[in-house]
């Protein structure tokens, strides 16, 4: 399957300072990612759609001053979380969207796990 | 309303038996359906997909899942289980259509005894 990659798989932060997470599709082209959260022992949650070269789709509830996702290629796309709080620390994974097919698959980075104190 | 669900939220199985792990999905247009594993603190690992054509999907690990229109499921499957396959499964049903966005079941975690 497809590659790809996150960085940092960790990070450790105070409160109010920004974390910039990278999602990079290693050997495929992608116009399309998403951002997910995850919580302890729960399931995705859809945060924004990412497309290259426009602005990202946030969903319901997610602020986007918040959370700012840059696609600035076809292989990086980046979710910085600004003046980060507690609340905020959760596992945060990107996946890539395979493009130019009608089998359009996502793959998934290894997450990326957010602390905030 | 647009769902999937997954019935067991925890399956404990002895390694060498077998395995099968319930989806079924509620969905407007015709699905794309989907199967990953997840390790713990580990991204996603796509198992296996369902587009169109031979019901009956092979995936990686020795997994397979059969798409039954009629009962709207897509129950992944493994006939004899190893103690590397405890992990949380995660089905997901999509369509291009939908800005190719995923509806995700809420995971079934599995437990490998010896």
């Known amino acids: 399957g497809a590659v790809v990659s996150q960085h940092p798989s960790w990070v450790i932060c105070k409160s109010g300072t920004s974390v910039k997470i990278e999602c990079r599709s290693l050997d495929f082209q992608a116009t399309t990612m998403f951002w997910y959260r995850q919580f302890p022992k729960q399931s995705l949650m859809l945060m924004a759609t990412?497309?290259?070269?426009?602005?990202?789709?946030?969903e319901q509830g997610v602020e986007k001053d918040k959370f700012l996702i840059n696609h600035a290629s076809l292989t990086l796309s980046t979710l910085t979380v600004t003046s980060a709080h507690p609340e905020d620390s959760s596992f945060y994974i990107c996946?890539?969207?395979?493009?130019?097919?009608?089998?359009?698959?996502?793959?998934f980075g290894p997450g990326t796990r957010l602390l905030v104190l | 309303a647009q769902s999937v669900t997954q019935p067991d939220i925890h399956i404990t199985v002895s390694e060498g038996a077998s395995l099968e792990l319930r989806c079924n999905y509620s969905?407007?247009?015709?699905?794309?359906l989907f199967w990953y594993v997840q390790s713990p603190g580990q991204g996603l690992q796509l198992l296996l997909k369902y587009f169109s054509g031979d019901t009956l999907v092979q995936g990686i690990k020795g997994f397979e899942a059969e798409f039954k229109r009629s009962q709207s499921s897509f129950n992944l499957r493994k006939p004899s289980v190893h103690w590397s396959d405890a992990a949380e499964y995660f089905c997901a049903v999509g369509n291009a259509g939908n800005n190719r966005k995923l509806i995700w079941g809420l995971g079934t975690s599995l437990a490998v005894n010896p």
């Open positions: 990412s497309n290259e070269g426009s602005k990202a789709t946030y």
């Open positions: 969905y407007g247009a015709t699905p794309y």
């Open positions: 996946s890539s969207l395979t493009s130019g097919t009608l089998q359009e698959t996502q793959y």
